[in-house]
Each structure stands twice: as C-alpha cells, then as structure tokens.
C-alpha cells in the first residue's frame, strides 16, 4: 500500500492507479465499520484509496477535535490487511493552506439534527469531501449510512455541483447489543457502554411502533422510554430519506434518526425504514 501527504503526491498516487477507482474517506481510529466501506469498494473496484484526516472544520470549538481518537498505525496495518492500494493522510497544511478561504455552503439539509447541534458542521464536512474528491478523483465513493445525514449532505452536494462520482451507501456494522461501531465509543466509560446499545433498541422501538399504526408523537415517546438511565436525549425524529425533513406518515423510504448523549460523547444513530417495509402501500 502507497501512502501520500501531499495534494501533488496523492495526484500523481491515485491517477496511476486501475479504474474504476473506489474511494473510503475516513478520520481514521478504524473500526469494522471503516472495513466493511473497503470490503464494499474492493467488491466492486479495480483499486481502492482511503483518506485518513482529522478534519479541524467540521469540529465546533468546545468539541473533540483535539482528543479524537488517533491511531495511524493501526489504521495503516488494519487498511494494508484489507487490500487496500493508496492511502492519502494530509496533513491540515495540505488540505487547507494559508489563504484558504473557499467553502461548501450546504444549505438546509445542513441546518438541522446534526447541523442543528454543530453549526457548521456540515460546511465542514463538503468542504473537505469536494476537495478530496478533486484530489482523489474516484469513480465510486462509498459512506455508511451510519452517518445518513451526512451522506444527504454530500449526495445533494454531488448532484448540485455535478461532481463526477457515483456514491455507494454501506449498511451500518454494529456490535453484539446493537450500539453502531464508532470511533467515539471509545470515549465512553465502563457503564456508559453497557448502557449505549439502548439508543439503537430505542430506534428500533419507534419504528416497531409505527409499523403497528402508532402516530409518530406516541412512537417518539416509547422510544424514549427506551433510552438508558445514563442517557440524555438529544433528538428522534423520523425523516425523509433523501431530504431530511420530518414526516408524520410513512409514504416512502425514511430514516428513523436518533442522537443521545452519555456523558459527554454524544452518540447518533438511525434505522432505515420503508413504508413497504412496515407492510403499508408505498
Ligand atoms: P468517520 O471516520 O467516522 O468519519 O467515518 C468514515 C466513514 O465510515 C463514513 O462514511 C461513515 O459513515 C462510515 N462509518 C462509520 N461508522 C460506521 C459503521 N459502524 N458502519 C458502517 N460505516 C460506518
């Protein structure tokens, strides 16, 4: 596996490599989660690259930018197993050099749930994917829906400045008692983690509620009742797949969506539903 540092080097790395090109940006402290992208674009690519940054834009200044968990060796042992061909880790020099004052303003879809709790957040988010895409240049980008707002984010933003990339979407991997792998769980103390599987079961509760005709005002509340001692609600709410704006009825696909906090680690999560799926005429 070749690695680059630089926008030159990651240029001249991955315009050399076999098409189509797929392509996993991480933040790195890999988890399954990461690997499953890899298998997806390995399954389905002549070659694979990954990125590994710490983005600093897409952090709110009381947030954990500086204690996010790094482990650049282990990544590149876990990538290297996973067959991976090119792996780019900028340095903040590289993706935002002095000067640097363009950004991706992602508009509405960027101001809600997430974008509600991290102001520009999601601005951070485009603007680093539209400059790795620019870089990298891959045919295929895969995301976890484990993130679904952010892949309506960088959806949208691909469609409206016609990024020539298709995205794959790769189903969320999650441990024993449901919790979906994260690189933050590791914050999460002894009894924070024995508690934090009930945001997926309090997900799994609401939109069990709806498929046996409950209203979204009851469901949201039986997952709330759900959720662990330890756990502080933050939202639920039930959205349209492809915008994010609320629904109160089911017609069409939708992500049950959910963020809690246990301690200080907040936790997101969601389940996708479709009205098929919940036994009622799309
Ligand atoms: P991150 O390193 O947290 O920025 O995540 C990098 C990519 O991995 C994003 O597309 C995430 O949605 C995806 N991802 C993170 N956790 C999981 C998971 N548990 N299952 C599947 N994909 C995930």
Do not use: W
Not at 114 to 130: K, L
Not at 176 to 200: H, V
């Amino acid at each position: 596996m070749q690695s680059a540092a630089t926008v030159a080097q990651a240029r001249a790395l991955f315009d050399l490599l076999p098409r189509p090109l797929g392509f996993v940006p991480t933040m790195g402290a890999l988890h399954d989660g990461h690997v499953q992208l890899v298998r997806a674009a390995r399954a389905r690519c002549a070659a694979v690259g990954v990125s590994v940054f710490v983005n600093p834009l897409q952090f709110g200044p009381n947030e954990d930018f500086a204690r996010y968990p790094r482990d650049l060796e282990g990544d590149r042992k876990k990538l290297a197993d996973a067959g991976v061909d090119a792996l780019f880790v900028p340095g903040a020099a590289a993706m935002y050099p002095l000067g640097f004052t363009t950004f991706v303003d992602v508009g509405r879809l960027g101001s809600t749930f997430e974008g509600s709790a991290r102001p520009s957040h999601f601005r951070g988010v485009a603007t680093v994917m539209a400059k790795l895409l620019l870089v990298v240049r891959p045919d295929v980008l895969f995301l976890g829906q484990k993130d679904a707002q952010q892949t309506a984010v960088l959806r949208t933003m691909i469609r409206d400045l016609a990024f020539p990339v298709e995205v794959e979407v790769v189903p969320t991997i999650r441990e024993r008692d449901g919790l979906a792998m994260s690189s933050r769980n590791s914050y999460l103390t002894a009894e924070q983690r024995a508690q934090a599987g009930s945001l997926y079961r309090a997900l799994t509760v609401l939109r069990d509620t709806l498929a046996q005709g409950g209203v979204k005002h009851d469901a949201v509340a039986a997952a709330r009742s759900t959720l662990s001692p330890l756990a502080t609600l933050d939202y639920f709410d039930v959205v349209d797949a492809e915008t994010f704006e609320p629904v109160d009825r089911l017609d069409g696909a939708a992500f049950v969506i959910g963020a809690a906090r246990f301690g200080r680690t907040r936790l997101i999560d969601n389940v996708y539903v479709t009205a098929d799926a919940l036994g009622k005429p799309a």
